[in-house]
């Protein structure tokens, strides 16, 4: 129990290196793709929530 979040860093650290290695780059790189995917993700559903929003 106390090594899950070690068992979890390294699934995280995992699959932003096997992203990374995908494009011939590193795990952090892989990890600045996932994040701006993610970002992307979020941003566009806030917008279209904000533009089902009646707007007095």
């Not at 899950?4 to 952090?28: E, K, P, V």
């Not at 995917?37 to 533009?51: A, D, F, Y």
């Amino acid at each position: 129990m106390f090594d899950l979040d070690i068992r979890l860093f390294n699934l995280i650290y995992t699959q932003c290196r096997t992203l990374g290695n995908a494009f011939n780059m590193g795990a952090f790189e892989g990890f600045v793709m996932y994040a701006g995917v993610v970002t992307l993700g979020i941003t566009k559903v806030l917008e279209s929530n904000n533009k089902k929003v009646k707007k007095c």
